[in-house]
């Protein structure tokens, strides 16, 4: 019993370390977008219209999306080139009131191979 034990952490610890006893670790990238360095939950108005828009990593460049909010009972939909929000979409965000959701929707990205997909949607709350 004693010599199976053995020989199943033996094999175990070649097999976890891989080729010449290296153990391989490879760096998991985000594919999550953010905005004023928020992916969902609660943020500040003023600050989605500071920053550095819409980013996602270094590898993936946000080339167009969708923002949505309602005010008044109605739907306000700007469709935006590039990452950052317009000036009609800040003004927009400064006459919302708390605890109003915000939607960026269609966020269309452009990889490092040139390959343009559509990724996760955004869905927040005005603090």
Not at 71 to 91: P, R, V, Y
Not at 105 to 119: A, P
């Amino acid at each position: 019993f004693l010599v199976f034990v053995v020989l199943i952490f033996v094999t175990g610890s070649s097999f976890a370390q891989g080729k010449d006893g290296v153990i391989k670790v490879r760096k998991r990238v985000s594919t999550t977008p953010s905005i004023a360095g928020v992916s969902g939950g609660e943020v500040e108005g003023i600050l989605l219209c500071s920053g550095e828009g819409i980013v996602i990593n270094k590898k993936i460049k946000v080339i167009s999306f969708v923002f949505i909010a309602e005010q008044g009972g109605k739907e306000i939909t700007i469709k935006h080139n590039g990452n950052e929000l317009n000036k009609d979409a800040c003004d927009i965000i400064s006459l919302l009131k708390s605890g109003t959701e915000i939607f960026f929707n269609e966020i269309t990205v452009l990889d490092e191979r040139g390959i343009e997909s559509l990724t996760t949607p955004m869905r927040l709350k005005l603090k």
